[in-house]
């Protein structure tokens, strides 16, 4: 038997994600009342903490770029960033270590930058530099139509900036793979590998993605890249702090298993035994499963939902007796074939046997984080998504051959260091927060038209339902999640 309830909200916001956190803050300090359900029991999606014998880990992202975005959020909701946190920019950014013996501190000054490559590799600094104007150019002249408003708008199109990027469109490179371009562009293969490696941050494949994702290395050498006081945990415990001053109120353990529609407008969401009445929903939850479990009775935007989903990943969080000055707050050891590496993920479906492994350390900013002399490793893989395979098997091998890498490459003999081990693959993704097929960022863009065939934020056919987060437009990652919860703010009326 169900009971009927009209709590006081009028908005059911469903999933604690970036993207629902923000979305309810900023509707909050509209003046609206929200109710946020979160299957867990604490919110924070794919930004929550992971804690054990004294350390402190993220459980997804660890890299923060475009804070202003996060700072706008706030301001929006007329609060001081300062009185909720701060964050400092990073340099160098990311310590590179290839498989020749190459090491490359990507500095956070571009010139810097392109000093340290040209001395190391040959490639000359006005490569580099051009490299970066040119990323610059094409983010300005995508961002308002791709990223900051609705793809799924007219208005979105009728201003004289968009009318003009229209008109540009043709130099963005579209119709080019980002290796291509990139092979063009630089003489030395590792300086190739390294700018590659930005399609890893929406979960794609440089050989086959289009070149015009060049843009996100602007935001990480041109904009910068920092790091949140607290890690990428204290995120989502400031975004949840925003909201509970806005009024928002939270349900955790509360799985929502339907959306309800009469007439072509939302009503409310079932969660167990209870119906809750609502005039708005956001759902934060993955697309492809908002539709199957939540409105099974309604047809499948198939253009939308049937598109490759993005890589996935391995990640062991391992406490580390140990402190290594040789390495900053983000590592990365490249794969020696990189090309084979992407072959497996987005073809064989399988992980490499010389993984490019990327290994974060927040205790090199926050000593908390790991107990006196040791170091919270967050070490990662790209894995594909989950299409059934045997992830017990895969996770022994990719560690063997990570501690086995790390040792030959890098010098770091870590397997008696480690003095616990947690570990997520893409199973555990999707059983954590429905990603389908546990892929990290929703769709791939390992197409031309991937932008277009990511879900709008809101519905086109059912009044009063909205989506958030980085299933999605504009797509995955902190700073889309957080401009996906700006764009449904913009469009509830
Ligand atoms: C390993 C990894 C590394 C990453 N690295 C980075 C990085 O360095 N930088 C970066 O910017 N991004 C990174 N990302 C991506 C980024 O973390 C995500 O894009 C972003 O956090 C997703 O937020 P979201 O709003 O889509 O919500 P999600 O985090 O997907 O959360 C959705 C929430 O909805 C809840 N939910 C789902 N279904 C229901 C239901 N039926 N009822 C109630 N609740 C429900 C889930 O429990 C979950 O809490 C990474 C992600 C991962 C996993």
Partial sequence: MSISKKINSHVCVIGSGVGGLAAAARLAARGMQVSVFEKNDAYGGKVSPIRTNGYLWGFGASLFTLPELLDELFVSCRQSPSDYYSYTQIDPICRYFFPDGTIINAFAQPDLFAAEVASKTGEP????????????????LTKDIFLFHSLHKFSTYTNRKAVHSLFNLSSLGILKKMNAVNENY????????????????NGSNPYVAPSTLNVIAHLEYNKGAYYLQGGMPALTQTLYQL???????????????????????VTGINVGNTNYAADVVVSNMDIVYTYRNLMPELPEPKRFLAGEKSSSAIIF???????????????????????????????KKIV??????????????????APEGCENWFVMVNAPHDCGQDWSQIITEARKNILKKLKIEAGLDIESLISCEIVNHPGTIQEKTLSHLGALYGNSSNTILSAFLRHPNFSQSIKGLYFSGGSVHPGGGVPLCLLSAKIVDELVD
């Fill in 352 to 369: 490499y046997d010389d993984p490019t492994i990327y290994i974060y350390i927040s205790s090199k900013m926050d000593k908390a984080h």
């Fill in 317 to 347: 969080y391992w406490g580390i007796k140990h402190t290594f000055s040789n390495l900053e707050l983000h590592n990365i050891l490249f794969s020696g074939n990189y090309k084979a590496e992407f072959d497996c993920i987005t073809n």
């Fill in 243 to 265: 909201c509970l001053n806005m009024g928002v109120k939270f349900k955790f353990n509360a799985m929502v298993n339907a959306i309800h529609i009469t007439d072509n407008r």
């Fill in 186 to 201: 630089f003489s030395d293969a590792r300086i190739v590998q390294l700018f590659n490696r930005y399609a890893t941050y």
């Fill in 125 to 140: 600094s006005a490569h580099i530099l051009s490299f970066l104007k040119e990323a610059e150019r094409k983010y300005e």
